[in-house]
């Protein structure tokens, strides 16, 4: 069956069965390889994308469910260089091993664009179900009130 998505602005005719998981289309049919596996359920966040500007697993997301809704992964969101999230995570040394780390941004910038100046409980209650194994969390923390700073000007 050809689905047409709407991939980091870009249409894709895909020739994929309706109920294969977004994740796979973008990594496996579309060499899109930053979204990443971590454990096909939802439960840990390596897969997050922004469909619609709002973040979900595209593990659990049947790709004929998306529809003509935008999609935008990892590259999408810095197709024109760093963001102020990635910038922010380079200036507090968040990354460890890296693995969850797109999706960590990926759910960072979309809490970003809904809550510009978010509080610590703020950010917990929007990353707790992003899981890093290296258990950087107070640097993404960190990270995330630089960007707010970033974006705000405050700098």
């Not at 935008?72 to 990354?95: H, M, P, R």
């Not at 941004?105 to 809904?114: F, G, I, K």
Request: charged fraction near 20%; hydrophobic fraction near 35%.
């Amino acid at each position: 069956m050809s689905i047409l998505l709407s991939v980091n602005g870009t249409k894709y005719p895909v020739d994929v069965e309706p109920d294969t998981p977004l994740l796979w289309v973008l990594r496996d049919t579309l060499g899109l390889t930053g979204t990443k596996y971590g454990c096909g359920v939802s439960l840990c966040g390596a897969c997050t994308v922004h469909i619609d500007g709002k973040a979900v697993r595209s593990c659990s997301v049947k790709v004929s469910s998306v529809g003509e809704q935008e999609i935008t992964t990892i590259e999408g969101v810095s197709a024109n260089g760093l963001t102020i999230v990635q910038q922010a995570w380079i200036e507090e040394d968040v990354v460890q091993c890296g693995f969850c780390q797109s999706g960590q941004v990926m759910a960072a910038t979309a809490l970003l664009a809904a809550n510009p100046k978010p509080s610590d409980t703020d950010i917990d209650d929007a990353m707790k179900r992003n899981i890093c194994r290296c258990g950087v969390y107070q640097r993404i923390r960190k990270a995330i009130h630089r960007a707010a700073e970033l974006n705000s000007g405050e700098v």
